[in-house]
Each structure stands twice: as C-alpha cells, then as structure tokens.
C-alpha cells in the first residue's frame, strides 16, 4: 500500500510543530490530517481525530517533553496500533516515546534542527510511496504552481551543500531558492 495520507498527532502546545509538518508534506503532494484544536465546533475532536486515522495510511507521532504525556497523543497512538496503522515517532532530543510504541525507532530531533527532522520523515516517506510532484507557491508573486520533485539523490546533494534547490517561477520568472528539508520557498 501507498502512502497517500498521513495523520499527525500532537499535543495543543505543539499544534505550530504540527502545522509545519502539515504545510511541508503537502509541497510533495501528501494530504495530511491534524486534529486542529479551534475547529468547528460541531465536531468533536474525538471525532475528527478519528475520522482522520480511519481515513489514512500512517501515523506520524510528533512526541516533544511535554507532547509525549498528551492523553490525546496516547489515545491517537492506541487507536492507530488498533487499525494496524503504520507509526512514524518524531521524538524530541529527551522526550519518553509512550510504551505503545517504544520498540519503535523514532526519528529523534532538537528543536532548533526541526527542519532537519521533517526533511528526514519526507526522505522517509519518499521511501515508501511514489512521491512526483513538488507545489511551490512563489513567495514574490503568490502564484502556485507545481513541478517534478527533485530526486532524492540531488536533494541529499544540496543538503550536503548547504541546503537549497533552486527553481524558477512559471509565472513571474523569479528565482525561487527552496528548503531541500522541507521544500519551503524563498525569494
């Protein structure tokens, strides 16, 4: 099976944490659930967070010190070992992975390297699906646009290099410089 849908599960005072994720894994074409907390209130977000498991093909667990001891991170972890979900751990440096999934390897990050660790669960995910188009959206003129995405080869490159793929604009003909982590667009 291809993944096609991810479900991030977070605590409340990692929702940005989760946005980001959210943000870069729809540049390579991935959908994404996160249990937004101020949604709609005439769903639940018991609801909504179930829904969103059902509905996807892997849980990525984002467990900072504080996030791991969410009951709600828990719970979500519990109901996608129930539905045999694959589990993504995106732990902080020093945060407990819950014992649901502490034989699991996690993808251990610092928080001022997160960048590092949503490239690294983009390589992973690039792993196993079929991964082929980039969404820029052009941060001079706002136009989006999509591309092929670069192959894994040349962005481990650009990485070594310092960190950038470059890309024209198809509308406005900027240079746009892009995150080769998490394909985020600069001027």
Not at 76 to 93: N, S, T, V
Not at 132 to 139: D, F, G, H
Request: glycine share 6%; hydrophobic share 40%; aromatic share 8%.
């Amino acid at each position: 099976m291809m993944i096609s849908k991810v479900y991030i599960s977070h605590s409340r005072e990692d929702e940005e944490m989760a946005l980001q994720i959210s943000r870069a894994l729809w540049r390579v074409g991935l959908e994404s659930y996160v249990a937004l907390y101020n949604l709609s209130p005439a769903i639940s977000l018991a609801e909504r967070a179930s829904f969103g498991l059902r509905n996807c093909e892997c849980l990525v667990a984002l467990l900072t010190k504080k996030g791991s001891f969410s009951p709600e991170v828990c719970q979500e972890i519990g109901l996608a070992r129930g539905l045999d979900l694959l589990i993504i751990p995106l732990q902080e440096e020093g945060a407990n992975l819950p014992f649901l999934i502490e034989h699991l390897r996690p993808l251990v990050f610092r928080v001022e390297k997160y960048a590092d660790a949503i490239g690294l669960l983009i390589k992973t995910l690039r792993e196993l699906s079929r991964l082929e188009w980039l969404k820029v959206t052009c941060p001079k003129c706002g136009e989006e646009m999509t591309q092929y995405l670069t192959p894994q080869v040349e962005v481990d490159e650009a990485m070594q290099k310092g960190g950038w793929l470059e890309t024209v604009c198809s509308y406005c003909q900027n240079k746009i410089w892009l995150d080769a982590r998490t394909f985020e667009p600069k001027l």
